[in-house]
Nanobody
Framework: QVQLVESGGGLVQAGGSQRLSCAAS????????MAWYRQAPGKQRELVAR???????TYLDSVKGRFTISRDSAKNTVYLQMTSLKPEDTAVYYCDAPQALGIDLRPHDYWGRGTQVTVSS
């Protein structure tokens, strides 16, 4: 059984900061890429940030310069540091490990259940 558990969401005022964490546990041999997605009410899920196994990062244009993704590979944990938050950042944030190598030696796409981030104006 594999679990991705997000934490760190909640209510924050516009202009504030918040840090999300996502820890993967269970029968995983290796995780290459880890990513954060978000989904606002009535909108499609979108990629917020992604970090590859070698540390390369990708960001949604609207969060560049405000959000930073990082990882602790030894702990199978990924973080999303969010600063200068805006009301439009309000969404459920999901953690994704799209290429996790399971004990069956096959790649799997694992998702967390999400954590709500609400930015008040």
């Amino acid at each position: 059984q594999v679990q991705l558990v997000e934490s760190g969401g909640g209510l924050v005022q516009a202009g504030g900061s918040q840090r999300l964490s996502c820890a993967a546990s269970g029968s995983i041999l290796n995780i290459n890429t880890m990513a954060w997605y978000r989904q606002a009410p009535g909108k499609q899920r979108e990629l917020v940030a992604r970090v590859s196994g070698d540390g390369r990062t990708t960001y949604l244009d609207s969060v560049k310069g405000r959000f930073t993704i990082s990882r602790d590979s030894a702990k199978n944990t990924v973080y999303l540091q969010m600063t200068s938050l805006k009301p439009e950042d309000t969404a459920v944030y999901y953690c994704d490990a799209p290429q996790a190598l399971g004990i069956d030696l096959r790649p799997h796409d694992y998702w967390g259940r999400g954590t709500q981030v609400t930015v008040s104006s």
